[in-house]
């Protein structure tokens, strides 16, 4: 009598954990791939056909295959826990099994109306052809199920399995290219000998990608490799048992859903991307995305893995105390981010328009300092919306009105003031910037007068005082004796010019003549506020000097001695 396969079930079994339970196509598929891989495949083509017919999905595997007992005892059986049963590694003990609770194969009825397998060992002679149908299995009267069953000869050697799926129940064509990128994600095998192969029977093989290729194609702020990127402290809160993977944060928000960490065990997703509870805003958290292994989880009696692979249940051992170490973590990347997002701010200002931002607000010592740190905060912040133009133009307008040094430019000096004083006060060289520019005023107004000698204050008495009725060489009240003022303001204008003239040379210059540099910094006599200051009244010296070799030069009234 020719032997028969028998499908035992509950109708309702059939019902719920496979027709209603797996609806989505790559969670459906991922079944297939696991018993694949568990098969001790090194190649799994995913074959994808769009035609009239209502199109087909092939997986095809050259695994160790299955005899009539494997069929029987082990695919056509609900519910067989491998593990269980003793059977935790693969045939050839190279590989943890994928596959544990059985029910895989009734994922297919959720997708396709029809399944046709067709296996073989190496070894047998024979091909195996199985197909199953959905009416038939709903028809079928009491709780078996007996699959048509067909025999062709084969080479002996060939091996594998190949499973098809008929009039799928979906109105749209699959499109092999998301189906791939499904798949990668659902998948981290980490043997190199194992791949997944999509095909689109009309176009030809898709690239190949793995979980790692979306996380590749990304602009990278900050990346960390697990364990090895993260602090002691936190190495010392994951489980004994061992968690790795990778997490990046991305320069730019990614997708909703690859938005968050996702888990694998033993290769598969075990929960889909998350942050596990952490109370943090959506936008914090948009640019984060990463995948981590914790196999440990799947290796316990208990079942902490839903049956379609897309969530852990948290309560209980080992994984409410895995959650609260994934918050941590989830915290500590969070932190991270932050830290290098702000800091790829700054590169990309100091790149594109090159500004130094922290060198730009820390050369700001005056009050004003944190109202500029305070806007330059958001140019630089790791939560801003900012579009790359609005920061440009924010950026070029806070630099008009606070340029770098902005207590110096605030001042509005004299540019030859600026000039002479600028490298010396960026430097902090305070006494130094206020003495060379004090030199450039004395020599200026030296070769302007025709004065001699080398004393600051014997050539200011030489170029502005007025002596014995006559007027000064340099006469700083030239050009407003036309204004309508009265003999004494212009009195006044010269001889305050001159007093001022001596002061700055007595107050400014003569101490570091007599006393030692280190000494007088030490007691604060010349502060960066004092540079200021000294350099703001040169500066209103320089201008009056300045204007007064102007009128005298327009009137052909050039000073004696010049």
Not at 24 to 48: F, G, K, M, Q, W
Not at 53 to 77: I, W
Not at 189 to 206: C, K, N, T
Not at 395 to 417: G, M
Request: net charge negative; aromatic share 8%; with cysteine.
């Amino acid at each position: 009598m020719k032997p028969e396969l028998t499908l035992e079930f509950d109708p309702l079994t059939i019902e719920h954990l496979g027709y209603k339970m797996y609806s989505h196509l790559p969670n459906a598929l991922a079944e297939l791939i696991a018993n694949s891989y568990d098969a001790d495949a090194t190649r799994v083509e995913v074959i994808v056909r769009n035609d009239a017919g209502g199109g087909s999905v092939t997986v095809r595997d050259n695994g160790h295959g299955m005899d009539f007992d494997d069929l029987q005892e082990k695919y056509l059986r609900i519910g067989r826990n491998r593990r269980a049963q003793g059977e935790g590694r693969s045939e050839s003990g190279r590989r943890v099994v994928a596959g544990k609770k059985g029910l895989g194969k009734l994922a297919l009825f959720g997708i396709g109306e029809r399944i046709e397998l067709t296996t073989k060992r190496r070894g047998v002679t024979d091909n195996l052809h199985v197909v199953m149908s959905w009416n038939a299995i709903k028809s079928a009267t009491g709780s078996e199920y007996k699959p048509d069953l067909t025999r062709t000869e084969a080479d002996s050697d060939r091996h594998g399995t190949i499973v098809e799926l008929r009039e799928l129940r979906r109105r749209s064509p699959v499109n092999a290219v998301e189906l791939a990128n499904s798949l990668a994600r659902l998948f981290g095998y980490l043997d190199a000998d194992f791949e997944i192969v999509v095909i689109d029977a009309a176009a030809g093989p898709v690239p190949p990608i793995n979980r790692d290729t979306h996380l590749n194609r990304l602009e990278l702020d900050a990346e960390w490799r697990i364990p090895d990127d993260l602090p002691n402290s936190l190495r010392d809160e994951l489980p004994d048992a061992g968690i790795t993977g990778r997490v990046v944060a991305a320069a730019k928000p990614v997708g909703a859903d690859h938005r968050g960490i996702a888990l694998y065990a033993h290769g598969r997703l075990a929960n889909e991307p998350e942050f596990f509870g952490v109370s943090e805003s959506s936008y914090a958290f948009s640019y984060l995305t990463g995948y981590l292994d914790v196999d440990y989880i799947d290796d316990g009696a208990a079942d902490v893995i839903s049956t379609d692979r897309r969530s852990v249940s948290w309560d209980g051992e080992p994984t409410a105390a895995l959650n609260a170490c994934l918050q941590k973590l989830v915290q500590w990347f969070s932190r991270e981010r932050r830290t290098a997002r702000r800091d790829a701010n700054k590169a990309r200002i100091r790149t594109d328009h090159g500004v130094d931002v922290d060198k730009w607000v820390g050369s700001i010592r005056s009050s004003e300092r944190v109202a500029v740190e305070e806007a330059a905060s958001i140019l630089t912040s790791p939560d801003s919306a900012l579009a790359e133009a609005d920061r440009s133009s924010l950026l070029n307008s806070l630099r008009t009105i606070a340029p770098d040094y902005a207590d110096l430019h605030w001042r509005h000096l004299h540019p030859v003031i600026q000039e002479v004083s600028q490298t010396y006060y960026e430097s902090g060289h305070f006494h130094a910037a206020l003495s060379e520019a004090l030199k450039r005023f004395i020599n200026d107004v030296k070769r302007a007068a025709g004065a001699t000698g080398n004393k600051g204050r014997d050539i200011m008495n030489q170029a502005f005082n007025a002596k014995e009725g006559r007027s000064p060489r340099i006469d700083i009240a030239r050009p407003y004796q036309d204004a309508g003022f009265d003999k004494e303001t212009l009195t006044n204008f010269r001889d305050g010019h001159l007093k001022l003239s001596e002061g700055s040379v007595v107050a400014f210059r003569n101490p570091y003549a007599h006393e030692e540099e280190q000494r007088l910094v030490e007691a604060d006599a010349m502060s960066y506020q004092d540079c200021l200051d000294g350099l703001s009244l040169l500066s209103h010296l320089y201008r009056h000097f300045g204007r007064a070799l102007e009128v005298a030069a327009a009137g052909d009234d050039t000073p004696s001695g010049v």
